[in-house]
């Protein structure tokens, strides 16, 4: 089965000019086919409050009402969506921007209200994903460059994780390739100690996974991204990997895996 490589990048290296521009040549060299998908950074919740609106988050989750939603999507479907992939342009890669709308690519749902009322916040599953024209896409050459906005099927876009989107993606084209998943972002890997940088988790599986959230090692942010991670895994991706978007030719890196 023909490896792809879905390759997601985080939003402090979106957030400086020349770490994203660093990135992407890094990029650029990653052999066969890819994926690349990105989520906004602070540069949303920045023109938010030019805008006079006040961001909202609640456990790192942003609350998106209908002004939110105007400008997350003007600011990850235009802005970042479109300068990434004249980035990759400059460096010899035919990239095509991507919202979730764009070719039904990825079509949620919205997250029905519980304890919290998101707002315009879509779900996704590996159902949802267009594999098929993914797939075409790779065929032809090209390199889709996704972003976190969805839609319903209803005329409604939706505001969506990253993190999951990639997660998703990849599952939906392990039916058609050997799908390795790369969570990019500003650290080495999943650290043993937050304040050393070079304590990298070289391994994890699902055992110490366990073993270490319940020591506290891991904690915060990185358990959602664990967690998609490993229900990746359990879905038929073949390999995820966590490290640094500036070395992602490095052997500094963990690698997840079941078992």
Not at 12 to 32: C, K, M, N, P, T
Not at 43 to 64: C, F, H
Not at 96 to 113: E, F, M, Q, T
Not at 151 to 162: M, P, Y
């Amino acid at each position: 089965m023909k490896q792809l490589k879905i390759i997601k990048i985080g939003g402090g290296i979106i957030d400086d000019a020349v770490s994203l521009a660093h990135f992407l040549q890094l990029f650029a060299r990653v052999e066969g086919p890819r994926i690349l998908v990105h989520g906004g950074g602070k540069g949303a919740s920045e023109m938010l409050r030019a805008l006079g609106l006040a961001p909202k988050l609640v456990n790192g989750r942003r609350i998106t009402d209908a002004p939110t939603l105007d400008v997350v999507t003007m600011f990850y479907a235009g802005k970042t969506n479109k300068a990434i992939v004249a980035g990759l342009q400059q460096n010899h890669v035919n990239a095509l921007g991507l919202s979730g709308a764009d070719g039904n690519v990825i079509r949620a749902v919205k997250r029905p209200v519980r304890e919290i009322d998101y707002g315009f916040v879509g779900d996704v599953k590996p159902a949802g994903v267009n594999a098929k024209l993914l797939g075409a896409l790779l065929e032809l050459g090209l390199t889709p460059v996704i972003c976190a906005i969805t839609h319903d099927g209803q005329g409604q876009l939706l505001n969506t994780n990253a993190d999951t989107v990639a997660a998703t993606v990849a599952v939906a084209m392990s039916q058609q390739f050997a799908v390795e998943l790369h969570y990019c972002f500003e650290k080495n890997g999943v650290l043993l100690d937050v304040n050393d940088d070079n304590s990298v988790i070289d391994n994890i599986n699902l055992a110490s996974y366990a073993e270490l959230k319940e020591a506290g090692i891991i904690a915060d942010g990185m358990i959602p991204k664990l967690d998609n991670s490993f229900d990746a895994l359990g879905q038929g991706v073949h390999k995820v990997i966590i490290g640094h978007a500036l070395k992602i030719n490095d052997s500094l890196k963990t690698v997840l895996c079941l078992n």
